[in-house]
């Protein structure tokens, strides 16, 4: 099982900058995979950004360019830094863990205002 923490959320005006920190309850070497989700308002929870244990990573298209997924082994850390913020990236962002089963945080709301 996985305990997982997220935090770094808060309220940003468009074009400005957030890192979301997920703090994991085991190595995250040992995770296949962490991911960041997020879920807006009246809308389905979509995949974000993932890195693997290997260290590959992978974004949505609507997030490249902006957004970087990193980890910190030392910490059990992974990170999203998000920049050139957009309205439309208003959501709560959840950290998962696919560890046998998928596990998840409790999630961190961002908010950006025009």
């Known amino acids: 099982q996985v305990q997982l923490v997220e935090s770094g959320g808060g309220l940003v005006q468009a074009g400005g900058s957030l890192r979301l920190s997920c703090a994991a309850s085991?190595?995250?070497?040992?995770?296949?995979?962490m991911a960041w989700y997020r879920q807006a308002p009246g809308k389905q929870r979509e995949w974000v950004a993932v890195?693997?244990?290997?260290?590959?990573?992978r974004y949505a298209d609507s997030v490249k360019g902006r957004f970087t997924i990193s980890r910190e082994q030392a910490e059990n850390t992974v990170y999203l830094q998000m920049n050139s913020l957009k309205p439309e990236d208003t959501a709560v962002y959840y950290c998962?863990?696919?560890?046998?089963?998928?596990?998840w945080g409790q999630g961190t709301q961002v908010t950006v205002s025009s």
């Open positions: 998962s863990a696919k560890y046998g089963s998928t596990y």
């Open positions: 085991t190595s995250i070497l040992s995770i296949d995979a």
């Open positions: 890195i693997t244990s290997g260290g590959t990573t």
